[in-house]
């Protein structure tokens, strides 16, 4: 199926899964619950983990559900129109959602909430490696005749949800609000027992040792891989290949096996333009 996209205000989305008409909704009439929680990402950094960890958080660390009812179905996508768009509209509360829509097209009503968003960002140059595979799996983004077609389009905004560093910027205008955390997948990677500690208490929720152990067991990249309702052998052949690998390697610092010395000099001319007066340091920005 060839991979078609439309633009809302600039930003381009996939047909297949997005509509115009949604999007609009959302921005203005959807109706954020003070007990809303939004699991908020650019495309590849970490979604599907925090929707696992949050799954396991809500269910005490009780794998069951993670076991038996499909990712999507758990922390629906706020923003999808079609296949499993009905998920998201049919929660009870308190309701979780997965997003990766830019600040600016955000339900207006989360502004005036005390909903909660926990925002994950990643090295934008793992982040590329995986779009690229990704792109090379999924019918959600246009197959890209090699990664540096890709890099171009991740860099001037053209790839699905704009461009990553208006993304960041705009949620980061968030960062000092209590109904906001902040969290990186590099941070996931090095203290994933602390992370999950760090989003409990966020979340005002209480979990004991051996909860908090079941948690971070199941949410490990290898327990997510083996399991069918998490590693997307499951998802419909229209949105991706079935054999392929959507927990690809789960690792930070890939791109420095997949860049060449041109292309990470090319990423980074521009990160340094686009962040220029930014004042605001990443993990990533040591590395
Ligand atoms: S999507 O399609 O945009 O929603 O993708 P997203 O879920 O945001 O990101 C996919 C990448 O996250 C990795 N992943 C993990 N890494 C480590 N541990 C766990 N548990 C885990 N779960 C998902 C996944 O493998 C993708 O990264 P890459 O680098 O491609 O492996």
């Given at each position: 199926m060839e991979t078609q996209y439309f633009q809302y205000k600039g930003i381009n989305f996939a047909s297949m899964l997005y509509s115009e008409e949604r999007l609009h909704f959302l921005e203005n009439d959807f109706q954020v619950r003070d007990d809303d929680v939004f699991n908020v990402t650019f495309p590849k950094s970490g979604t599907h983990w925090m929707v696992e960890i949050l799954s396991l958080i809500r269910s005490n660390g009780d794998p069951s559900w993670c076991q038996k009812v499909p990712n999507w179905e758990r922390i629906p996508w706020l923003e999808i129109s079609g296949y499993a768009g009905q998920f998201a509209d049919h929660q009870t509360s308190p309701r979780y959602f997965s997003s990766h829509l830019p600040i600016q097209f955000f339900p207006k009503s989360f502004f005036t909430s005390k909903a909660k968003i926990i925002y994950t960002a990643r090295n934008p140059k793992d982040v590329l490696v995986s779009l690229y595979n990704f792109a090379l799996m999924s019918t959600v983004i246009k197959t890209p005749h090699s990664f540096d077609e890709l890099i171009e389009d991740f860099l001037n905004g053209t790839v699905p949800f704009g461009s990553w560093f208006d993304h960041i910027k705009g949620w980061m205008q968030m960062k000092d609000r209590n109904n906001f955390l902040f969290i990186t997948f590099e941070e996931l990677k090095k203290d994933h027992r602390g992370t999950v500690m760090k989003i409990c208490k966020f979340l005002g929720k209480e979990l004991d040792e051996e909860a908090l152990d079941l948690v971070v067991e199941h949410s490990s990249f290898k327990m997510m891989k083996d399991n069918s309702m998490s590693n997307?052998?499951?998802?419909p052949e229209f949105f991706i290949d079935k054999n392929s690998n959507f927990l690809r390697k789960g690792i930070s610092g890939d791109w420095r096996k997949c860049l060449t010395e041109a292309q990470k000099e090319n990423v980074d001319k521009l990160y340094k333009e686009k962040m220029e007066g930014f004042n605001m340091k990443f993990v990533w920005d040591e590395l």
């Open positions: 997307h052998s499951q998802a």
